[in-house]
């Protein structure tokens, strides 16, 4: 059985693990929650490199595991080029901002983004985004930093989920100017899954919201040569799933039962 090690700053990637669990039911996962760091998205560049070195060498040295997700847009943007140099045996699988799929989905052409800081504000997003505008001109992305709203998500907060999210989607325009309105939104950060009922209570049923699990798991499998197998639903077997967090142990836990109807027990990391 394959082993692969799966990080964030904190709870977001459970997203992407979610995912994983479902399209690659024959494989183990080791899932690490940076939470003490958290968020990586307000973080230097090389904060964030730091803690993605770290983490990816517990994984290598304690876990042995045969492919590695970095289930974060910030620590790919980041870091992923630097784990990609140190480990270059090593299938090593990013999250970016689903930008071509939204270009392509939407038929007003405004799209929506909203990301961390250090996401937006990174080589590798700048270089995405001349990509897709290049190949699709009518296309006009609306970028959002959303200082906060991860932050809130990993805290279980929901007043300031809310909060956030209204402040954030109307500085995008959302909302208000019908010229401008976006009919496709990027959620370019894995955290921002879990805040989807309240968006898309605010953008209502003509905004698509555009996340990035399901594509990061199937390339995942093809990189680890894994034929398409039958999906997996249901509970997962606490012997697929080990959960480890710098943080409190507890907190990944209950989002893990939430999220990912397991009952495996998170432990606590330190790294
Ligand atoms: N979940 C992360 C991402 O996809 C990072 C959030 C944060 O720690 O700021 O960018």
């Known amino acids: 059985m394959k082993t692969i090690g799966v990080f964030d700053s904190g709870v977001g990637g459970l997203s992407v693990l979610r995912a994983l669990l479902t399209e690659i039911p024959e494989a183990q996962f080791v899932y690490v929650a940076d939470s003490a760091f958290a968020p990586y998205g307000e973080?230097?560049?090389?904060?964030?490199?730091?803690?993605?070195?770290?983490?990816?060498?517990?994984?290598?040295?304690?876990?042995?595991?045969?492919?590695?997700?970095?289930?974060?847009?910030?620590?790919?943007?980041?870091?992923?080029?630097?784990?990609?140099?140190?480990?270059?045996?090593?299938?090593?699988?990013?999250?970016?901002?689903?930008?071509?799929?939204?270009?392509?989905?939407?038929?007003?052409?405004?799209?929506?983004?909203?990301?961390?800081?250090?996401?937006?504000?990174?080589?590798?997003?700048?270089?995405?985004?001349?990509?897709?505008?290049?190949?699709?001109?009518?296309i006009h992305f609306s970028c959002q930093p959303c200082d906060g709203l991860a932050d809130a998500i990993e805290r279980a907060d929901p007043t300031t989920t809310q909060r956030l999210c209204e402040r954030y989607l109307q500085a995008v325009q959302a909302l208000k100017d019908p010229t401008h309105r976006i009919d496709t939104l990027v959620l370019g950060c894995t955290h921002y899954p879990f805040a989807a009922p309240v968006l898309r209570q605010l953008c209502g049923s003509g905004v698509a919201l555009v996340e990035t699990g399901l594509p990061v798991a199937r390339r995942t499998r093809a990189v680890l040569g894994i034929d398409a197998a039958a999906v997996h639903r249901g509970p997962v077997a606490p012997f697929r799933l080990q959960l480890l967090s710098t943080g409190d142990p507890a907190a990944l836990t209950l989002a893990a039962q939430r999220w990912l109807c397991t009952s495996a027990t998170a432990v606590r990391l330190v790294c």
């Open 43 to 138: 973080r230097s560049a090389q904060a964030v490199v730091n803690r993605s070195r770290r983490i990816a060498a517990h994984l290598r040295q304690h876990h042995a595991v045969d492919a590695l997700v970095v289930a974060c847009n910030t620590a790919t943007a980041m870091a992923v080029d630097e784990l990609r140099r140190i480990y270059p045996h090593l299938p090593i699988v990013g999250v970016e901002p689903a930008l071509k799929t939204a270009a392509a989905l939407s038929r007003t052409g405004h799209i929506g983004v909203l990301a961390t800081r250090g996401t937006l504000d990174s080589v590798r997003f700048a270089q995405l985004r001349s990509r897709v505008e290049d190949s699709a001109p009518r």
